[in-house]
């Protein structure tokens, strides 16, 4: 899939090492690369900077279902970033837009990460550009984060799933933290999965879904509201086995 014989000649550089000033670097009119047609050299970007396998390895690693050791290569090649400052602003706007990157559970969009936290994007010019979400929240945990900064964090993204587990079945009601999402407006598409009540779960979706003027059909209820269990229609992966 990696042909371009630019892409092969470059060394590997992880995501947390890119701190790329675009103006350091000259065009480079000559080059094969830049010499085809912009839709090309899109498609190049997207075969080097893009993992389609990102989501299913991330889930399995939020789990710690699999060790940070063991983990597989997403086969990525961000030096290409670094090759002139055309390739960059061309190029970084892939990377950083077309990823779905992990938020922290505490920080939020503070460094933000493919999958190891470990090795975070440090850079505040490539954190503007992230579009595309994903946030692993446990619901037994006490949030760090209050729900203005969750909406400052998340209004107006690409996409926003949020996995909500627990370590213990049904130990907690779910909306004492995912509440805090209910100011978020402007996303585009919005998922709430894992252990949750199912119709909170929707009804938070199309708040976080829709515009800042608009007014939500179904109002979410609030979290100190008492919910009879026989009415609930929850999917858990201590239920379902997806564990």
């Known amino acids: 899939m990696y042909n371009c014989p630019l892409a092969l000649e470059m060394m590997k550089m992880s995501l947390s090492s890119i701190e790329i000033d ?58 290409i970033l670094s090759a002139c400052r055309q390739t960059y602003g061309e190029a970084a706007p892939v990377l950083y837009g077309q990823n779905v990157f992990a938020a922290s559970q505490s920080l939020l969009t503070g460094l933000p990460f493919l999958l190891d936290a470990s090795r975070p994007v440090v850079s505040r010019a490539a954190v503007d550009r ?45 909306r004492l933290v995912l509440s805090l999402f209910k100011g978020v407006r402007g996303v585009r598409r919005a998922r709430v999965t894992g252990s949750v009540d199912q119709m909170f779960a929707r009804q938070l979706e199309k708040v976080m879904m829709s515009q800042e003027e608009e007014e939500s059909e179904e109002s979410i209820p609030n979290e100190s509201a008492g919910v009879i269990q026989s009415q609930r229609s929850v999917y858990d992966i201590w239920v379902h086995g997806a564990r």
């Open 130 to 174: 992230i579009r595309r979400w994903h946030l692993t929240i446990r619901l037994d945990v006490d949030p760090r984060f209050t729900d203005e900064q969750a909406k400052e964090a998340f209004s107006g993204s690409e996409e926003l799933e949020i996995d909500a587990w627990q370590s213990e079945y049904d130990s907690v009601d779910c």
């Open 22 to 79: 675009a103006c350091d670097y000259d065009l480079q009119p000559d080059s094969p690369l830049l010499s085809l047609p912009a839709e090309l050299r899109i498609q190049i970007y997207t075969y080097l900077l893009v993992c389609p396998i990102l989501p299913a390895i991330r889930r399995l690693h939020a789990r710690n279902h699999i060790s940070s050791y063991v983990l597989p290569s997403l086969n990525l090649h961000p030096a």
